[in-house]
């Protein structure tokens, strides 16, 4: 299988005022096409970084992204991003927030086809019945289902999603972790899952990245052997208690607490 | 029964309004010179009748003009200042600068720049009065469009335009239109400024001008509710607007 994402030997750094601050230090991913891979680590580490690298948002100081076999320089059409903030337009409805990247990628698509396949997505996140709605009259839960759809509604091959559950209360959350196993096996997409909750990233992942402290390197790559028909009780399961305590032992050594009593 | 009452408490209150002032104008024996009492008001209406259209008509279209030139002017500066960060520190304290300056000492300024062009000194003076909180509002709500905005747009390989003309301009309405409220009110004080102070003027601060030229007090008033109400026609003109354009930023009450 060949890789959809690689990210080799990346290494950047912000220029502030107190000189260079380093947050990825050769950095290596690799995603294979249809793979859901999650990346965890501490707070302030380089993660959303690692998004804009991908998106073609901004370019590395040394190393290289490539997806496709392409390398990346700028923003491609075939990637959709989801943040941790909805970010709907407050002046559309539902449906035309959704419609949204079909204007840009697909502008010559007729109206009647965009608004067809925006509805079919917001019916598999349950928004039906929502689609004239303002995004100031759903809530939360709700305006990031509409979001999702929005990532998804021009069928990218990467989707990027920088903690994008990250603000919901935990059953709500539990319930996105669940639409978003389904919506990947109705419409199958290569995804980098930004998180801090180790719990959704054995859920969804099919592989756990764990990034080191600032600046980021690659500190641990976990396989989740669990069936692709997951459910929330299947995180309640031997196996999935000892990935989740080795994900902790991990983050405990990224935030460098790996002596303390715990 | 709650239409009713929309209507009703306002005309209540302004014929309470009304019937204090004739009340106090009575009470004090003041003579019209001093203060015309709101009954003085119909028969001055009456008499300048087509005076009141004509330099209303003036007034206003000229109101119109210079916001019409703050809106364009104010737009484009603001976004200047929305998208670079150098434009912003070149042109802010200018700005404010130009802003401090109150307005009335400039109509001699332009007067004497512009001899004898009444029409265009009081366009020019409605519109430099006004276009400051407009530019002051786009540029802040440009330069504050979280960066997530753009950055679903940026990552499809959408253009700046695009992302200006789908984001961030629907985006700053709110704002804008909040300062058009204000540029609105000011560019009619700027157009009134000049039409007082300019002699052989037009409008109805020439109109003002020749009641008081005259002595003839009730006229003055008269005036006086003319542009109050006319205030307002231009108030809720823009008021309306917003309901068409930025509707979508009034919360619905729950």
Not at chain 2, 60 to 78: D, E, K
Request: proline letters at 6%; one cysteine or more.
């Amino acid at each position: 299988m060949t890789n959809l994402i690689e990210i080799k030997g990346v290494t950047h750094a912000y220029r502030t005022k107190a000189g260079p601050l380093p947050v990825l230090d050769n950095l290596n991913v690799a995603v294979p096409e249809g793979e859901f891979c999650a990346v965890v680590g501490p707070s302030g580490c380089g993660k959303s970084t690692l998004t804009r690298l991908v998106a073609g948002l901004m370019k590395p100081d040394q190393g290289e992204v490539w997806l496709h076999g392409e390398r990346v320089t700028s923003p491609r059409k075939t990637v959709g991003m989801a943040f941790q903030n909805p970010v709907l337009l407050e002046w559309r409805t539902i449906l035309d927030n959704v419609i949204l990247p079909l204007e840009i990628v697909a502008p010559r698509m007729p109206q009647r086809d965009r608004e067809a396949r925006a509805m079919h997505l917001l019916e598999m996140v349950g928004l039906k019945g929502f689609e004239g709605k303002r995004p100031s009259e759903l809530s939360g839960g709700m305006r990031q289902r509409a979001s999702l759809c929005r990532s998804i509604v021009h069928k990218p091959d990467v989707l990027i999603m920088d903690e994008p559950f990250g603000a919901l209360d935990a059953f709500t959350r539990e319930d996105l972790w669940q639409t978003m196993r389904d919506l990947r096996a109705a419409e199958p997409f290569t995804c980098v899952l930004i998180t801090h909750d180790l719990r959704e990233s054995v859920f969804l992942g099919d592989q756990v990245i764990v990034l080191s402290g600032r600046p980021a390197r690659t500190q641990h790559v976990l396989r989740v052997d669990l069936p692709a028909d997951r459910t929330i009780d299947s995180l309640y399961t031997p196996e999935a208690a000892e990935m989740l305590h080795l994900l902790r032992d991990q983050i405990r050594i990224a935030q460098g607490r790996d002596g303390e009593v715990h | 029964m709650e239409t009713l009452q929309k209507i009703a408490v306002p005309t209540l209150a302004i014929l309470a309004f009304l019937g204090l002032w004739e009340f106090i104008v009575w009470v004090n024996d003041w003579p019209n010179y001093k203060m015309a009492s709101p009954s003085d008001l119909p028969p001055a209406f009456a008499r300048y009748s087509h005076l009141f259209l004509e330099m209303g008509w003036q007034t206003l279209w000229r109101t119109i003009a210079g916001l019409g030139l703050a809106v364009l002017f104010g737009t484009l500066l603001g976004m200047a200042m929305g998208f670079s960060r150098i434009a912003r520190d070149a042109l802010y304290p200018l700005l404010v600068g130009f802003n401090a300056i109150p307005k009335a000492t400039l109509v001699p300024v332009i007067a004497l720049i512009f001899i004898g062009q009444h029409d265009f000194n009081t366009v020019l003076m409605a519109f430099l009065i006004s276009f400051f909180p407009i530019a002051v509002s786009v540029g802040i709500g440009l330069s504050t469009l979280e960066p997530e905005y753009r950055d679903i747009l940026r990552s499809l390989g959408a253009s700046r335009v695009t992302i200006f003309r789908k984001i961030a301009l629907p985006k700053t309405l709110p704002e804008f239109f909040g300062a058009l409220k204000v540029s609105v009110t000011l560019a009619f004080i700027g157009t009134n400024l000049v039409e007082i102070v300019s002699p052989h003027g037009r409008g109805l601060g020439a109109l003002f001008k020749s009641g008081e030229t005259n002595g003839d007090y009730p006229l003055m008033f008269a005036v006086l509710i003319a542009l109050a109400v006319l205030g307002i026609v231009l108030y809720y003109a823009v008021v309306a607007l917003e309901r068409i354009f930025a509707g979508w930023a009034e919360r619905p009450q729950s």
